[in-house]
C-alpha cells in the first residue's frame, strides 16, 4: 500500500521541536475559496522538525530563522511553501482538487471517503454560490455540475427548474429532492397551470430558494439511485444536499469570531435580449383593416390605405392628420418630420397636450426606457465561537433587491443558528434552526397578460410610443391611467384603453405583494455505545405559511379584482440510525461501515383561494368585501402525506482498495391503496482502486465503479379515491361536480431501475484529471392520466403505464496548467450529454398531452420520441426535407407566401449537450475566476415572434430591399421581402402539384426564390393572421454565455498589524455579462416562464440582466 503523508506526523513534530536562534513569525492562514480562517493548519520550518498549528481563528506564532522557507499543510488543501522575510505573514490555501482522502457528505448527511464511493457525486463549495450572489442561490450552481440543468424564468425572485440527468416521469415531478442538514425541505412552487401555459400570472419563485447563501457551507449533488436510495421515492431525481455552517470546537480555550460582510449589484438590460423595434412607421393595421372604420384623410391619397385617420383632432373644424391610437399594431403612416400629426396624448382632456399636434417622428425614448436598472444589496454578519464541549454560530442576512419593472421589489431576512454540545464522552446534543421572512411587491407579471409589459413591447405595440410621456402623464395628472392604446378620435368612449393599459398605471396599480415565514430545523442526539457503534436521533422540520394577494386597478383594460391565497405547509421528518464502523483482520485489512434506520415523514399542505367577482366598487380598496357582485365559494385545497420507511446499508472495504457497498429501503406510503402502499428498493455499488497495483510517477489515482439500484415512487395525494368539488350554491341548492380525472384504488408505486459506471483518474501529482460517467436509466409503471370515454363522467384516469429511459455521458475534469510560489491557474471543466427517449405509453397511444399553449402548439410525450416534444403545423418543404416552399398568392397583395403543411413534430426541448468551463488565476493576494457556461440544441416556440411578425414591430420589418426600394411598398411597385433560404413552388396550393414539380417520391421539389413577400401590412406572408406554420416561430435553445467574474483582493496582514481586524477581502463580481454565441433573435435562449414540466415556451419573455457589484468582508 502507498504511505501518505499524515497530519499526526506533523503533529509528532511540533511535540518534538527543537527551536534555533530565531525570530518570532506570527500569521494568519485563510481559505483561498472562502477566505474563512483555516485552524489546524499545520506549520513548519522547512527541513527541520521546528512546527506548529494554527489555532481557531488561523492564527500562528513561530520561532525561524531569518530567511527560512515555511510550510503550510492540511488535509484537503493544496501545501504552500512562504519565505520567512517578515515578522508577519499572510497565507491562503486553495482546496486540492483531487485531494485522494477527500471526505464528503453523502446520504443522510454521512461523510465517508469519496474514494470509497462507488456512485457519483459533484460538490460545490459555499464560496462558489456566495461570491458572485444570485437572489436564487440555485441558478449559481448553472455550469459547475455535470449531468445538471438549471433553468430560471428570468424573472424577479423567479424560480429555478433543477433537472439532474433528463427527466424520467411523464407528468409527476422530475426536479431534485433539495436536502439541508438532513433535512428535506419543500421546493414547490405552487404556480398555477395558467402560468406554466403561458397564459399570465405571477412567477413567486421555488421554496429552495429561501436559502441563505451566506449559510452555505457547500452543496453536494448525488446524482444517481445509488447515491439517492436511503432517501426514499423522492429522491428518485437526485439529490440537492447543502451543509451549512457551523461553529468550531477548540480544545483549551475559548474562541470567538465575527465576520460582517457587504455587497452591492447593480444589473442594466442586456440590449441584444430585447426586442429591436423599426421606428420608420407609425400605430395601426394598414389597409388590412383600413376599410372598416379609417376614413379617408384630406386632399392626400397617401392616407387611404388605412394608416391614418382624417378627424377634427383640434375643433378647429378642419380635418387633421390622426393616427389610429386604437390599434395596438404598427403597420401605420412611414415616419415623416414635415407631418403634424395627432396621437394619444391628444386626446386626454386632463393633460396639457390637450388637442395638441406633434411631428410624426420617431419616439427619443423607446420601449427600452420603461425598465429601470435594478439594484442589489447584501448584508451578513455571523458571530461564531466554541470551547472545548461546546460551538455555536448565529447568523443575520438582509437581502434585497429592486427590480427592472418600475415598483418591483424583494426583500428577505434570514436568521440562522446552530449549536453543539459534548454533554459527556458518549453524549452529543446538537440543533440548527433557520428562519425566513421574504417579502415580494410588484413581481413581474409573466405570459401573454397585460400585466406584462413585453405583451406590448414583444407581440402589439405601437413603437412610436414614447416611454417618457406615459411616465409623465402617469406621475403629473393624478396617476391616472393614460394610455397609448386609447380608443382614440370618433369611439364612443375615445379616451378608455382599448387592449392595453398606460405602462406604469399596469406596473404600479395592478400588482402582487406576497409574504412567506418559514422555519426550517432539526435536533439531534448522537450517543456513542462503544468504539464501533453510534445511535443518532433526529427531528426534523421545515414549515412556512404564506400570503399572495393579487390587485387590478379599477381603470384597467381589465376587469379589476383583488385576489388573495393563503397556503400552508409542514413537513416533519423523525429519525433514528445506528451507524457502525469497524475493522477487521489481522492488519486491520478489512473495514465495515454500516447503518440501519428509521424514517418517519409526515407532510400536510392547505390552500384556500378567493377572489372578488365583477369588479370593485371603490377604487384602491383591495378587499374582497369590496366585490362588486358576491364573490364566488372559495377554492379550498388539502392534502396529507404519511411515509414510514426502514433502511439499511453496509460498506465493506478490502486494503483500502476494493470497495463494496449494500443498501436498501422500504417504504410504506399513505398516496397507494393498502394492498400496494408497500415498495422496496435496493442498490448495490463496487469500486476498485486499480491504482494501488500500479507503480507509476505520472499516476496519482485511478478508480473504477459501477453501480446498480432499483427504487420506487409513490402517487400523488388524494390519487386514490374520486372526491366531488362543491361549487357556488344556485337557487339555495348546493352544487358539486365531478373531478375531470378520475382517480384509481389500485395503483402501484412507479419503478426507476439505473446502472452506472465510473473512471477517475489524476495524474501528474494530481494536477490532471477526470471522473467519466455513463449511466442508463428507465423509469417504468408510470402514474399516468389516461384518456377515458366521456360517458364514464370524466376525461381522464390515473394509471400506471409507460416507460421513459434516460441514458449519457458525464465529465467533470480540472486542470493546473501552471503553479510556482506565487501564481497558480486551475481549469475545471463540466460536460454531459443525455439521451431521452419516451418507449411507450397506456395502451397503443402514441402520444401524452402534456400542455397546450397559445399560438395552436403542444408539448407531447411521443412514443419513439425525447420527452419535451414540440408539436404544430409544419412546413412543406423541396423534396420532404429541403428548404421551406413558398408559393404565388394569387389575391390583391400579389407576392410569395409560406406553404403551411400538416401538423407534426416542429422541435424538442432537449439539449444536446450542456457544459461549463472555469477558470481561476492566483497571484499572490489577488484571484481571478470566470465561468462560461454552454447549452448546445434544443428548442423554443416563441409566441411572441408569433404575434410580433404579424404586427410589424420588428426591425427588419422595415427598411429596404436589395433593390433599394422600402419592403412595405406594393410588391408589383418593387418593394417586399426576398427570403433566399426558401424554396419557390410556381403554383398557388398544394393541389396543383403535379408531375412536373414533384419528385419521384412524390414531394414537392421547388426552385430557387426570388419572388419576394408582401410586408405592408398585417396581412404580411409572415403574419399569424394568415395562418403561416407553427414551425416558423420555433428557435434554436443554443447558448454560450459568460456566466460569472469574480476579482477579489485580500488584504495582507501587513496591512492589518496593530488593528483587531483578523482579515479583509474585497471582490468586484459580474454575472450573465454577456452571451457569446445565441441562435435565436431578440431574447435570451434560456427565458421562460417558471419551473416544471412544460419548458420551451417563450411569451412576453423579459431581457436578461447584465450585473456587476462589489463585495466587501471583514474578519474579526
Do not use: C
Not at 460498506?651 to 463494496?660: A, E, K, M, P, T
Not at 429511459?805 to 463540466?830: A, C, H, L, M, R
Amino acid at each position: 500500500m502507498k504511505n501518505k503523508f499524515s497530519l499526526w506526523s506533523v503533529l509528532a513534530f511540533v511535540l518534538a521541536a527543537n527551536f534555533a536562534i530565531a525570530q518570532s513569525v506570527s500569521g494568519v492562514v485563510s481559505d483561498a475559496g472562502s477566505g474563512d480562517a483555516l485552524p489546524g493548519v499545520a506549520v513548519s520550518e522547512k527541513g527541520t522538525n521546528n512546527a506548529t498549528l494554527t489555532d481557531f481563528d488561523g492564527k500562528f506564532t513561530i520561532k525561524a530563522v531569518k530567511g527560512a522557507t515555511l510550510v503550510f499543510s492540511s488535509m484537503g488543501m493544496e501545501s504552500k511553501e512562504v519565505v520567512a522575510s517578515s515578522d508577519f505573514i499572510q497565507v491562503s490555501l486553495s482546496a486540492s482538487a483531487s485531494q485522494l482522502d477527500e471526505v464528503v457528505v453523502t446520504a443522510l448527511g454521512m461523510t465517508r471517503e469519496k474514494k470509497s464511493l462507488g456512485y457519483a457525486t459533484q460538490d460545490v463549495d459555499g464560496a462558489e454560490v456566495t461570491t458572485v450572489k444570485d437572489a436564487n442561490f440555485v441558478n449559481s450552481l448553472s455550469g459547475k455540475v455535470a449531468g445538471v440543468q438549471i433553468k430560471s424564468s428570468g424573472t424577479l425572485g423567479g424560480s429555478a427548474n433543477v433537472v439532474i440527468r433528463g427527466s424520467s416521469s411523464l407528468t409527476g415531478n422530475n426536479q431534485a429532492l433539495f436536502v439541508v442538514d438532513g433535512m428535506p425541505i419543500s421546493n414547490s412552487t405552487g404556480n398555477s397551470s395558467n402560468i406554466a401555459r403561458g397564459r399570465g400570472g405571477y412567477d413567486y419563485g421555488n421554496a429552495a430558494m429561501d436559502i441563505n447563501p451566506e449559510d452555505i457551507e457547500n452543496i453536494s449533488v448525488l446524482k444517481g439511485a445509488a447515491a439517492t436510495a436511503l432517501y426514499g421515492s423522492r429522491a428518485s431525481n437526485g439529490v440537492v444536499l447543502i451543509t451549512t455552517k457551523s461553529g468550531k470546537s477548540s480544545q483549551g480555550k475559548k474562541t470567538l469570531g465575527v465576520t460582517v460582510s457587504t455587497g452591492i449589484t447593480v444589473g442594466a438590460i442586456n440590449q441584444n435580449t430585447f426586442v429591436r423595434h423599426q421606428q420608420s412607421y407609425g400605430p395601426g393595421y394598414g389597409r388590412f383593416y383600413g376599410g372598416a372604420y379609417i376614413t379617408t384623410a384630406p386632399g392626400d391619397s397617401t392616407f387611404t390605405d388605412g394608416r391614418a385617420q382624417s378627424y377634427d383632432a383640434n375643433g378647429d373644424g378642419q380635418a387633421d392628420i390622426a393616427l389610429p391610437m386604437g390599434e395596438d399594431a404598427s403597420w401605420g403612416l412611414a415616419v415623416d418630420p414635415s407631418l403634424d400629426v395627432y396621437d394619444w396624448e391628444s386626446i386626454f382632456p386632463e393633460l396639457d397636450t390637450y388637442q395638441q399636434s406633434k411631428k410624426h417622428v420617431a419616439a427619443e425614448n423607446g420601449a427600452l426606457s420603461f425598465y429601470e436598472q435594478s439594484v442589489t444589496r447584501n448584508n451578513n454578519f455571523a458571530i461564531d465561537g466554541g470551547g472545548e464541549n461546546t460551538s455555536f454560530r448565529l447568523s443575520a442576512t438582509s437581502f434585497d433587491q429592486k427590480g427592472i419593472v418600475p415598483g418591483s421589489h424583494i426583500g428577505r431576512d434570514n436568521i440562522a443558528f446552530s449549536g453543539r454540545f459534548n454533554a459527556s464522552d458518549k453524549l452529543t446534543v446538537s440543533a440548527k434552526a433557520n428562519y425566513i421572512n421574504q417579502n415580494g411587491k410588484g413581481r413581474y407579471g409573466t405570459g401573454y397578460d397585460s400585466r406584462n409589459p413585453n405583451q406590448a413591447f414583444r407581440q402589439w405595440y405601437n413603437v412610436l410610443t414614447d416611454m417618457d410621456a406615459q411616465r409623465n402623464t402617469y406621475n403629473n395628472f393624478g396617476q391616472k391611467n393614460y394610455s397609448w392604446n386609447a380608443y382614440g378620435y370618433g369611439a364612443a368612449n375615445p379616451t378608455k384603453p382599448h387592449y392595453f393599459d398606460n405602462f406604469y398605471y399596469s406596473a404600479l396599480q395592478n400588482f402582487s405583494t406576497d409574504s412567506r415565514n418559514r422555519i426550517i430545523g432539526n435536533i439531534m442526539a448522537e450517543y456513542q455505545i462503544n468504539d464501533w457503534m453510534k445511535l443518532t436521533g433526529r427531528m426534523s422540520a421545515d414549515s412556512y405559511t404564506e400570503l399572495r394577494e393579487e390587485r387590478i386597478g379599477t381603470e384597467s383594460v381589465d376587469v379589476s379584482m383583488y385576489t388573495r391565497n393563503n397556503r400552508a405547509f409542514t413537513e416533519q421528518n423523525n429519525d433514528l440510525y445506528l451507524n457502525m464502523n469497524k475493522n477487521f483482520g489481522t492488519d486491520d485489512e478489512i473495514s465495515f461501515s454500516g447503518l440501519l434506520g428509521y424514517n418517519q415523514r409526515r407532510s400536510s399542505f392547505q390552500s384556500i383561494y378567493a377572489s372578488t367577482n365583477g369588479g370593485l366598487v371603490v377604487p384602491g380598496v383591495y378587499a374582497l368585501s369590496n366585490s362588486v357582485a358576491a364573490p364566488a365559494a372559495p377554492s379550498e385545497g388539502s392534502n396529507t402525506i404519511g411515509v414510514d420507511g426502514i433502511y439499511g446499508q453496509a460498506s465493506v472495504g478490502y486494503q483500502n482498495f476494493l470497495y463494496l457497498d449494500l443498501s436498501a429501503r422500504q417504504d410504506v406510503s399513505s398516496t397507494l391503496p393498502v394492498e400496494n402502499n408497500t415498495y422496496f428498493y435496493p442498490a448495490a455499488s463496487l469500486s476498485l482502486i486499480w491504482s494501488e497495483f500500479v507503480d507509476s510517477d505520472i499516476l496519482s489515482f485511478g478508480k473504477l465503479r459501477a453501480n446498480w439500484a432499483n427504487v420506487g415512487s409513490d402517487a400523488p395525494a388524494n390519487a386514490l379515491v374520486d372526491a366531488y368539488g362543491i361549487g357556488t350554491p344556485f337557487n339555495g341548492t348546493t352544487l358539486a361536480s365531478a373531478p375531470s380525472t378520475q382517480n384509481n384504488s389500485t395503483l402501484l408505486p412507479e419503478n426507476t431501475a439505473s446502472t452506472e459506471l465510473g473512471l477517475e483518474v489524476k495524474l501528474f501529482d494530481n494536477r490532471f484529471g477526470f471522473d467519466l460517467s455513463a449511466y442508463q436509466r428507465s423509469t417504468t409503471n408510470q402514474i399516468l392520466p389516461a384518456q377515458v370515454s366521456t360517458a364514464t363522467g370524466t376525461y381522464y384516469k390515473y394509471v400506471n403505464a409507460g416507460q421513459v429511459d434516460n441514458q449519457g455521458f458525464e465529465v467533470s475534469s480540472y486542470i493546473t496548467p501552471v503553479k510556482t510560489k506565487d501564481f497558480q491557474w486551475d481549469v475545471n471543466i463540466n460536460w454531459s450529454t443525455n439521451d431521452n427517449t419516451v418507449v411507450s405509453l397506456f395502451g397503443d397511444s402514441e402520444s401524452l398531452l402534456l400542455g397546450s399553449v397559445q399560438g395552436g402548439v403542444n408539448m407531447t410525450a411521443r412514443v419513439g420520441e425525447s420527452y419535451g416534444t414540440l408539436e404544430g403545423t409544419q412546413y412543406v418543404r423541396a423534396g420532404g426535407d429541403g428548404a421551406p416552399l413558398v408559393y404565388d398568392w394569387s389575391s390583391s397583395r400579389g407576392g410569395a407566401r409560406y406553404y403551411t403543411g400538416d401538423v407534426g413534430v416542429i422541435g424538442n426541448v432537449q439539449a444536446d449537450w450542456r457544459g461549463g468551463i472555469s477558470n481561476a488565476i492566483s497571484y499572490k493576494n489577488v484571484r481571478l475566476s470566470a465561468l462560461v457556461d454552454a447549452q448546445w440544441g434544443g428548442n423554443f416556440f416563441s409566441l411572441d415572434t408569433y404575434y410580433g411578425y404579424g404586427t410589424g414591430v420588428y426591425d427588419f420589418q422595415a427598411g429596404t430591399n436589395a433593390a433599394g426600394n422600402p419592403i412595405r411598398t406594393n410588391v408589383e411597385d418593387g418593394g417586399g421581402l426576398t427570403f433566399e433560404e426558401v424554396a419557390y413552388l410556381g403554383i398557388e396550393t398544394p393541389q396543383q402539384w403535379d408531375g412536373v414539380t414533384v419528385d419521384a417520391d412524390g414531394n414537392p421539389v421547388g426552385t430557387a426564390n426570388s419572388t419576394p413577400m408582401w410586408m405592408n401590412d398585417y396581412g404580411n406572408a409572415m403574419g399569424w393572421a394568415l395562418g403561416g406554420p407553427k414551425e416558423m416561430h420555433i428557435h434554436d435553445a443554443s447558448f454560450v454565455k459568460l456566466r460569472e467574474v469574480a476579482l477579489t483582493y485580500t488584504l495582507p496582514t501587513s496591512a492589518l498589524a496593530g488593528l483587531p481586524v483578523a482579515g479583509v477581502d474585497v471582490s468586484f463580481v459580474g454575472r450573465n455579462l454577456a452571451i457569446l454565441y445565441k441562435n435565436t433573435p431578440w431574447s435570451d435562449p434560456e427565458a421562460g416562464l417558471a419551473a416544471g414540466n412544460l419548458q420551451g415556451y417563450q411569451s412576453g419573455a423579459y431581457p436578461t440582466l447584465r450585473e456587476v457589484g462589489v463585495n466587501l468582508r471583514v474578519k474579526f
